[in-house]
């Protein structure tokens, strides 16, 4: 069966950086499509990038200039580089993908951004 597991979240403070991770199995991770979400307290959880198999990006506005998403098909692992971080980019993240006609989760990783 398909799993994510997401890893890399922390406590950070303003203008910090961290790097999440998440480690894909159960499928030929090169030819699927990947993204990262996040959830803040009280909100719908909202896309935040991602990338095609092919290898290009995409990324909401509101990260655009400050997140990085690439993916290591060796690895079946999909990284999100965070720089920059705003207290309001506190969330849990998650991972997804879309395969055979259903969507994948992971269990999340949480980033706190705050002083």
């Known amino acids: 069966q398909v799993q994510l597991v997401e890893s890399g979240g922390g406590l950070v403070q303003p203008g910090g950086s961290l790097r999440l991770s998440c480690a894909a199995s159960g499928i030929i991770f090169s030819i699927y499509d990947m993204g990262w979400y996040r959830q803040a307290p009280g909100k719908q959880r909202e896309w935040v990038a991602g990338?095609?198999?092919?290898?290009?990006?995409n990324y909401a506005d509101s990260v655009k200039g400050r997140f990085t998403i690439s993916r290591d098909n060796a690895k079946n692992t999909v990284y999100l580089q965070m720089n920059s971080l705003k207290p309001e980019d506190t969330a849990v993240y998650y991972c997804?993908?879309?395969?055979?006609?259903?969507?994948?989760w992971g269990q999340g990783t949480q980033v706190t951004v705050s002083p």
């Open positions: 990338i095609t198999r092919a290898g290009s990006t």
């Open positions: 997804n993908t879309f395969v055979r006609s259903r969507n994948y």
